[in-house]
């Protein structure tokens, strides 16, 4: 087992395409070995990271378990990977959602192998994000995650709708939504690639350690261009590549429809971890390298994010469409992901930075589990009634007791109620926000007062009101399965609302290890 | 005296190509086994040369000199370095696949591998020539064959006027560069041929500046480059499917190659002085081609333009002059090669059994061809850049570059990598996943075992190259310092 422990990152990075090497030899017409067998090679990544999280020692600055190989000799990138408290718990989320979010799609009957193949080849892209210590790396992995991705939506995503493009020609609306994906996070990713490129080219190294070093020192004129102007427009190159994938107003469009359109599972990641990546990113890479400009145009940032809050929620509660909504909840919860790390940027070095930024990742976790959860449970009655319009349900309650009980639960956590996870993360970022940015954090509070209501409104409209009779007898109670899903995230958001100390101590050491040195 | 192995690389496929002629025209069996068994020596041994090439020692190795006409200072002289040797690879899997996908091939299939044969052995030298004579010698070898095969085994519709023009912008661009070494030859005074002598003639700043173009443009006019590229999509959509592959995938690197080659190694002077308009030029290739293969209709117009599009980077790469440029160019024509081999392998088995090639009469062919389908997205994610495919591998280093001469070169061409994005997922989602149209319906089957050796082959080495670079970068930087050797440093 000691090369499994000298190498703990890289098991836990590659054993997702392992495990799709192993499910490429299985034949296609046996649907439930393959099913299964995805669902075993899952927990091999879970087990793990969860090695990996008790191995982890949260007093020590650094990242740990580092490994280093030499991948791009001649252009001086090598594969560099490397774990510290932040990407610790993003890669624990993502090994979690993983299993659960393949054993939602036993549903599916349609080219299961290759649905299968993609999912853990996506689970790779997202590892190799988190776990990437060498720029060129990490954008390798940034960029690899978007193919499953497109195709699962592509492929397995909704069958019905359709949406009329400009000069009316109609195409499948998971088509639509699939391309405005790849291509809105392509091209958001360009500016990203660009300034990789030219740090590359000033720096000689793509390593991430050395360029923490270098690349903020940096102060003579480039290409005969002011350093700061360089690195302004750098900075915002990074940061809307970052921000388009977040999303934060107003570069969030691509979202809802990726997300009505993609199946269940699908949903549950890009909800869950993928989102996080564009937050990780501001994390790892923008404010590290970017200390003078982050604080520069914190302000913006803030802006956007207090917009993502408030239109995020305003529009949620617009919607009448399950899904949709759900989708829309995502940018206002992440908004306060991004509000934490603009207020943290303006002032870094204070106690105050670091509790929003400890309420920032601890979001990040949180919405992981309860977007996940949300659209877990819209993938549940979709799948009964299919349809996701909320005013085709009505009065469900009493017809599956146990469902309703579970979606109040996830939307209480998903709202904030004291003593559920959201709660804790969403106090943290206000309250280290509020001493730095005061009228954003404010105004951000009415976006949270909208969260209520289109909460309430997605529980009112589905268990609540007159019910809706061609239900009666057509609907069935949440079976087994599901609820093995659904228990491992309930049992966390409760866990993370009344005792957080246990994940948040890792998050606090290390943000103020990497943060503020200390 | 150790094996000559690049000598029997260069002949063999030629002289598979003589013996093929010698057995009768019925006998199509025999003809295809003896066109694969050259083929696989061919390949053997360019991959035991491209494995065993002492990375370390760089410079040329293998090298075999036999003169041949002393009193013109000519001389049998072949080595590779590690510009050349992943070229030779590169002519060996792509014969290699050729072959397999050309088996059904019941057109006078004797005729027709003998000439892609004889073209083979010029293209393997023009990689491994280190005398100028021999490269032109081997280039006309390599042109030549073209017409025929273009002219008898071509779509019908434009077979005659595509060869015409692609043999006509050919010899006249070979002629002009034969010019310019002809003068490089007589200018000298060494009486020489031999390029290893010819960089050292030190040739002054003002012959440069007048020479340099002859030889540079005439060679690059078969690398594509814009405002000269256009024989090159016309001749790819008329060709057969292996020649498209060969032409595509082999012949235009031999322009771009014989460029850097004669032009920049030779005359390294010339090449500082016309690098910017260069540069410029490309951009246009880059991002024209690229918008123009988002608007064809034909599918395989959308893959000769994509062509223009990718060799228009190589010759970029080479224009920065300096190490990550130039990298990325090397890389780059492998990598291109065997992509747009796989494109108009995947082209040809479609049109092959749908009989059209437009892409709004083509759909739904990963029901039946679920091969195929997966092939092209390999290929498309290298076309794009995709990260963890060799296309990023190779472009990646060329932007580098780029920004080492002017940032704003580098925004502007990155604008292409969304427009390839957009026409591969244009055809990926059409051909292959849109609902196929009721006249194709049941017409279509899959393809056979030996094209799925050549798609998963082809597939493979793209992947490989993406995962892990230091198999293919680490060969390409020695041959790149050995030219910035000659560039003093640039």
Known sequence: ?518 | MQFPILSVIVFTPIIAGVLMLFIPAERKTETRVTALAAAIIALGMSVFVYFSYNVGAGGYQFIEKYSWLPQFGISYHVGVDGMSAPLVLLTGVVMFTGVLISWGMDDRPREFFAFLFILATGVFGVFVALDLFMLFFFYEIAVFPMYLLIAIWGWKETREYAAMKLTLYLFIGSVIALVGALAMYFVSGLGTFDMLELEKAGFSADFQRLWFPFVFFGFAVLGGIFPFHNWSPDGHVAAPTAVSMFHAGVLMKLGAFAALRVGIMLMPEGAKIYMPWIILLTLVNVVYGAYIALVQSDFKYVIGFSSVSHMGLVMMGFATLNQNGMLGAGVQMFSHGIMTALFFAVVGMIYDQAHTREINKLGGMNKVMPLVTLAFIVGGMVSMGMPGFSGFIAEFPIFMGVWGRSPWIAILAAISIVITASYILRIIGRVFFSRMPEDLEGHIKDITALDKVALVFLSAILIVIGVYPDIMVVMVESGVNNILRLLGGA
Request: no cysteine; aromatic share 14%; hydrophobic share 55%.
């Open chain 1, 1 to 518: 087992m000691e090369i499994v422990s000298n190498y703990l990152l890289t098991f836990i990075l590659f054993s997702p395409v392992f495990g799709a090497l192993v499910l490429v030899l299985i034949p296609r017409d046996q649907v439930s070995l393959i099913r299964w067998l995805a669902f075993a090679l899952s927990l091999i990544p879970l087990g793990l990271s969860i090695a990996l999280w008790f191995n982890f020692q949260s007093d020590l600055p650094g990242f740990q378990f580092q490994e280093q190989a030499t991948w791009y000799a001649p252009i001086n990138s090598t594969y560099h990977v490397g774990v510290d408290g932040i990407s610790l718990t993003m890669v624990l989320l993502t090994t979690l959602l993983t299993p659960l979010a393949i054993l939602a799609s036993f549903n599916i009957t349609d080219r299961v192998k290759s649905y299968m193949i993609l999912f853990l080849l996506l689970e790779t892209g997202l590892l190799g994000v988190f776990l990437s210590l060498d720029l060129l790396v990490f954008f390798l992995f940034w960029e690899i995650g978007l193919v499953p991705m497109y195709f699962l939506i592509n492929q397995w995503g909704s069958e019905k709708g359709e949406r009329e493009l400009w000069g009316g020609r109609k195409m499948p609306a998971r088509n639509y939504a699939s391309f405005k994906f790849i291509v809105y996070t392509m091209a958001g990713s360009l500016g990203l690639l660009l300034a990789i490129q030219m740090i590359g080219v000033v720096s000689g190294t793509f390593d991430l350690l050395r360029l923490y070093e270098i690349w903020p020192a940096l102060n003579q004129p480039l290409f005969g261009i002011p350093i700061g102007t360089v690195k302004a427009i750098a900075f915002w190159a990074f940061a809307i590549a970052f921000a388009i994938k977040v999303p934060v107003w107003p570069f969030h469009t691509w979202l809802p429809d990726a997300h009505t359109e993609a199946p269940t599972a699908g949903s549950m990641i890009l909800a869950g971890v993928l989102l996080k990546l564009g937050a990780y990113g501001f994390l790892r890479l923008v404010l590290p390298l970017y200390p003078e400009q982050a604080k520069a145009y914190a302000g913006a940032l803030g802006f956007l994010a207090v917009m993502a809050i408030i239109f995020g929620a305003f529009a949620a509660y617009g919607q009448n469409d399950f899904k949709r909504l759900v989708a829309y909840s995502s940018v206002n919860h992440m908004g306060f992901v991004v509000l934490g790390i603009a207020a943290a940027a303006f002032a870094i070095d204070t106690n105050n930075a670091a509790i929003a930024l400890e309420g920032a990742v601890l979001q990040m976790f949180n919405h992981g589990l309860s977007a996940a959860a949300m659209f877990f449970l819209v993938g549940v009655i979709y799948e009964r009634t299919h349809t996701r319009d909320l005013n085709e349900y009505g009065g469900l309650f009493p017809l599956i007791p146990v469902y309703g009980g579970i979606l109040i639960f996830t939307s209480m956590a998903s709202l904030g109620l004291p003593g559920l996870n959201g709660f804790i993360s969403e106090f943290l970022v206000v309250r280290g926000s509020w001493p730095i940015l005061t009228l954003y954090t404010a105004l951000a509070m009415i976006g949270l007062l909208f969260t209520g209501a289109y909460i309430l409104k997605g529980i009112k409209m589905v268990l609540h009101g007159p019910l809706n009779e061609k239900w009666a007898g057509h609907i069935s109670e949440i079976n087994a399965r599901e609820i093995v899903v659904i228990a491992p995230l309930l049992v966390l958001m409760l866990w993370i609302g009344i005792w957080p100390a246990w994940i948040l101590n890792v998050i606090n050491r290390a943000i103020t290890m990497f943060f503020q040195g200390a």
